[in-house]
């Protein structure tokens, strides 16, 4: 039942039932077990409007049972104070995360044995950004007739090839051939998604990558370059992917739609800390809903 029809049925204010509820919260995650856990998540998720730190919250998950072991204010480096100390008991060996450098940071400050896994559908999404970056560079160079004709196609070089319609790849062909960093950069996405696809052990996994780097330099886009230097510097963490059986960070994205659910069922929350607490109750919440 909702605040306000318990409310109405013990004829009290609403206001009287939350804090009945944050009461048992509180004293219910005041302390959470964590001696069994062996690997976590870490995402953050926006939740408030405007773009500044204060409008984000920090999520750690426990990947094997759900719990949410910590929820932060903001993001960050900050937002994970008071997660290690709770993590201090556990049996810890993997964490997967995106690519934010504070998180990989943290970690390797704290916690240097605990291997870190990139989760592959932020690499994916990070390289889809410089395509985006490449398209948006030739497209400054066009005259206005070009920019409306290619403005209308950026659809075709986001989505994956093989769920393009079989117009849209002819459309993709002809245009490589007149836009070549376009259509390079296109190639050098499909061709990172490949790995993910083909690549059977992280051995396998971590000579595709040196080669896509190696081709990547080679070329003389900017785009593609950074891309090769990130994925060098972090290439032990994404190849974790495969050394942990295909581990990503799926489950902290599926959560982060069940805190909006959350959002949109109270038509947002003013109470910061109750709002919090029910992020914690969440996964108890979805289990015996479904959702």
């Not at 090769?228 to 050394?243: C, F, M, N, S």
């Amino acid at each position: 039942m909702s605040l306000r029809a318990l409310a109405g049925y013990f004829h009290l204010r609403w206001h009287t039932i939350k804090e009945l509820e944050k009461k048992v919260l509180r004293r219910k995650f005041a302390r959470i077990q964590t001696a069994h856990i062996k690997a976590i998540g870490i995402d953050e998720i926006h939740v408030g409007n405007g773009k500044s730190d204060a409008q984000y919250l920090t999520i750690v998950r426990d990947l094997n049972s759900g719990a949410v072991i910590h929820v932060g204010e903001g993001k960050g480096i900050p937002a994970l104070d008071g997660a290690l100390k709770k993590l201090k008991k556990s049996k810890l060996r993997v964490v997967t995360m995106d690519m934010a450098n504070a998180y990989y940071t943290w970690i390797s400050e704290h916690s240097p044995k605990v291997s870190i896994v990139f989760d592959h559908f932020h690499v994916i999404k990070l390289m889809n950004d410089k395509l985006d970056h490449v398209r948006r560079r030739v497209v400054a160079k066009m005259d206005s007739v070009q920019q409306r004709q290619l403005k209308g196609l950026r659809f075709i070089f986001l989505r994956n090839n093989e769920d393009l319609p079989g117009d849209a790849k002819g459309i993709l062909k002809n245009m490589r051939g007149v836009f070549q960093d376009l259509g390079d950069t296109y190639m050098f996405k499909e061709a990172l998604r490949s790995i993910y696809a083909r690549a059977k052990s992280s051995y396998h996994a971590r000579i595709a990558f040196h080669r896509w780097c190696r081709l990547a330099e080679e070329t003389d886009i900017p785009e593609l370059k950074s891309m090769a230097k990130t994925i060098r510097e972090k290439l032990d963490g994404i190849v974790g992917y495969w050394t942990f059986r295909n581990i990503s960070n799926a489950k902290m994205e599926g959560f982060n739609n069940k805190i909006r659910w959350l959002i949109r069922q109270a038509y947002g929350f003013r109470d910061r800390e109750y709002f919090e607490l029910k992020i914690f109750q969440l996964p108890e919440i979805s289990c015996e809903k479904g959702i």
